[in-house]
């Protein structure tokens, strides 16, 4: 199948401005500054859990499309990992004791309802997801494991994708896979807001998460 540059390249194009500042939002902030507590991060991990719920059940719906079912692979999927890294961090009442915030739960409720449409935005969050994790979640990775003081790989599921040449065959792959699809100039700029609008809600998301400064002295 021929390879198109259009799709991926606006992707990262148009949504640079929003990736840099998600990144340095809220408790993504804190993360990187190294000032997160593990009740935060746990936080943070719950309503990741429910995005992904959502999103991975919408991709296995949505199966029978060849422009979902490309960017959907076993290699990826995240929800087992996460909820193992929760009950590890936590402990088996995550599911009850951490609550999800609103930004994740109308982004749940926004890739449910994409399940339904005979649409292929739904490309866009997967995008935005995965490919994220591929890339700055493996020095989240790192970061996680010295901020928290975790020892081994106790915690760190989540960012575990295999050794640093499997985590680039599949960023390649999911690349190529953004390459081949046969979208029209329209559908590509669908995907493309679609993308933002995801950005724009995981800043939102990492706004809420955030802890309350801790009072001067």
């Known amino acids: 199948m021929p390879l198109s540059t259009e799709l ?18 809220g408790v993504m902030a804190q993360l990187l500054a190294q000032r997160l507590e593990r009740s935060a991060y746990c936080s943070l991990l719950r309503s990741l859990h429910a995005i992904y719920a959502a999103l991975e059940g919408s991709l296995v719906r949505r199966q029978s499309d060849p422009l979902v079912a490309a960017l959907h692979t076993g290699a990826l999927v995240r929800e087992a990992s996460l909820a193992s890294d929760l009950s590890a961090l936590h402990g088996p009442g995550w599911r009850t004791e951490l609550a999800v915030a609103p930004a994740a739960h109308t982004f ?21 997801r995965y490919l994220g994790d591929l890339h700055g979640g493996q020095i989240l990775k790192k970061l996680v494991a010295k901020v ?36 029209t100039h329209d559908e590509v700029d669908l995907i493309v807001a679609e993308a933002r609008w995801s950005f724009e809600q995981h800043v939102l998301l990492f706004e809420q998460l955030t802890a309350p400064a801790a009072p001067s002295v």
């Open 8 to 25: 991926p390249e606006r992707l990262r194009q148009e949504t640079r401005d929003l990736h840099l500042l998600s990144e340095r939002s």
């Open 108 to 128: 749940a409720h926004r890739l449910l309802d994409l399940a339904r449409r005979p649409s292929p935005v739904l490309v866009a969050h997967a995008y935005v």
């Open 148 to 183: 928290l003081q975790l020892q081994g790989d106790a915690g760190t599921a989540f960012y575990d994708f295999g050794d640093e040449a499997r985590v680039h065959e599949l960023r390649l792959a999911f690349r190529r896979a953004l390459a081949q699809m046969p979208v």
